[in-house]
């Protein structure tokens, strides 16, 4: 009676500390996640004899479990190829800056080599299920550093593999379990096992996991479909265990597998509610397994870790994506994007505590950095832009060290470019390709303003006239004739950048045409303040086109169903 008791009052508490704190994020606007960490650091502290800690612990590591898993269902290295191929190393030279920084950091907050070598390089990791949930969540996913941003995740996440190994064989030495001969020997022995688990996940990949899904789909039974699925979870995660790796990593590597098959959206959309679950658990958890006595002796070392997290990994990623020649903007963003610590992180602090090399305590404090990253990262990736203008404001009281391409004089600027009563459209994303598209086969003339390079040299090629740069800078809409042309379009969908192109191309031309794209009903009347003299939010236009459609196959006249049109675009307010 007193178990099934503690079991009661054990997922009472959780959902407790998940509802009341994924509230009060929801309600200050930061992630929910935030809010199930703070959820558990309270109720962790306050009622800690009420719950079954083991019990809690073994919820946890299924959830984390599986929603690693379903992270890995959601990549797709063909759609990440190219941007993989441009920054693998960059990004493993970031993975090995920010570890010999932090390491350094440590050091001089007296933390001894094996520590905060685990400590380093579990800071050196971003979070890919925060960075992924919010750009998806404000539609940037698809935007260049949304991209950027998530091949630079995929790197990090396959860098866990080598990691282990190598902390692992570090942490053994280190308790006088062999020579440096010795752990040489582990490791290659570890890479060559770890060499020929990948080979045959990925055989079976291949092979073995598309003919299982579809014999199983055959039967058309969605629970025989969910413990297949979950089988195949737990079964590569008991390979990656044999062969001295996580379960967790091998979770990952299971999701990448499904990723590649037919059946990869019904596997997400059976196990996604089991992920969200115990996703809240592993969360919640987290908050529980910190006590606040630790947390505020080991405050200095959480404060300089932070600092080092954000500035270090920031500055770095900054640096080498304008090394490879990318936009300011977009090297600022992806650095924005990726300043908070990984998932991977707590797996990493479990593999350590297991090996004896981590303290309960430093465990703790890698799970406060986590939190504390995270509560800073989200509101900082929510206001990007802004913070990219200040910034941008800040660097140029200094000699620049990267030459952009809108530095150098425009080839035709000293005539005009010889284009006029043009098209300037802002942004040539999956909207502004359309436009440019339309206008092309209407012999309309219009010019590209956009910082994705790739994109620009594919236009250039076409014959399409293109200015390189931001947008949202008054001297690159000078660059694009503005003052001659006829309508602006502004793909844009951030309303920071929109508000300062819609400023700068009317300083340029008061008589031009403005036309904008808003995801928001609530930014219509300060857009149209501003002057824009047509907004169209995408979402609104999709609904008219199914309601025209869906008004013609009820026998719905064409006059009646545009009168009903007409009356919702009133409502709507255009």
Known sequence: ????????????????????????????????????????????????????????????EAGVTLLLFTLGVEFSFHKLKR???????????????T?????????????????????????????????????????ELDSVPGELATGWLVIQDLAVVPMLILLTAISGVSNGEGSIFT??????????????LIAVVLYLGSRGVPKLLGAVAGFRNRELFLLTTIGIVFFVGLLTYVAGLSVSLGAFLAGLLVAETS??????????????????????????????????????????????????K????????????????????????????????????GTGVALGALSEAQSSLLVAVTFVTILLSSPMISQGNKLYYLFNNFMKRFPKLFRDREDEPAPDTAEGYPIRDHVVVC????????????????????LVV?????????????????????????????????????????????????????????????????????????????LKSLGVQTLIQPEFEAALTIVAKLLADFGVSDEESAGKISRLKIEHGM
């Open 83 to 97: 941007i993989l191929h441009a920054i693998s190393w960059p990004a493993i030279g970031q993975i090995i800056i």
């Open 314 to 349: 920031g500055g770095s990623i900054y640096t080498l994506l304008r090394f490879l020649g990318y936009h300011r903007k977009t090297s600022f963003l992806v650095g924005i994007y990726l300043t908070q610590v990984s998932e991977f992180g707590f797996v990493i602090a």
């Open 99 to 139: 570890l010999f920084v932090v390491m350094l950091a440590l050091f001089a907050l007296k933390v001894s080599f094996v520590p905060a070598l685990f400590l380093a390089s579990a800071a050196a990791l971003s979070s890919t299920a925060i960075v992924v949930k919010l750009l998806s969540e404000r539609g």
């Open 450 to 526: 956009d910082y994705n390079q790739h994109v620009l040299a594919g236009l250039r090629s076409s014959g399409i006239q293109t200015v390189y740069g931001d947008p949202a800078d008054k001297d690159v809409l000078d660059y694009a004739q503005v003052d001659f042309a006829k309508s602006i379009v502004i793909a844009i969908p951030d309303r920071h950048t929109q508000e300062m192109v819609i400023g700068n191309a009317l300083s340029l031309n008061r008589r031009i045409k403005i036309i904008c794209r808003t995801h928001h009903e609530a930014d219509q009347r300060h």
């Open 263 to 312: 059946q990869n959206h019904a596997v997400f959309a059976e196990i996604r509610p089991l992920r969200d679950l115990f996703a809240v658990v592993f969360f919640v958890s987290l908050g529980m397994s910190l006590p606040a006595g630790v947390l505020i002796s080991s405050l200095p070392i959480m404060l300089v870790m932070t600092a080092c997290v954000i500035l270090v």
């Open 427 to 446: 942004g040539y994303g999956r909207v502004g390709r359309y436009i440019g598209r339309a206008l092309q086969m209407c012999a309309i003339p219009f």
């Open 1 to 60: 009676m007193s178990h099934s008791f503690s079991l009661i009052t054990t997922f009472l508490l959780l959902l407790a500390a998940a509802l009341g704190g994924g509230a009060i994020a929801m309600r200050l606007k930061l992630p929910s996640i935030v809010g199930y960490i703070a959820g558990g650091i309270l109720v962790g502290n306050t009622l800690s004899a009420s719950f079954d800690h083991k019990l809690i612990s073994v919820i946890s």
């Open 183 to 196: 752990v040489m020997g582990t490791i290659v022995v570890a890479m060559v096992k770890a060499g020929a």
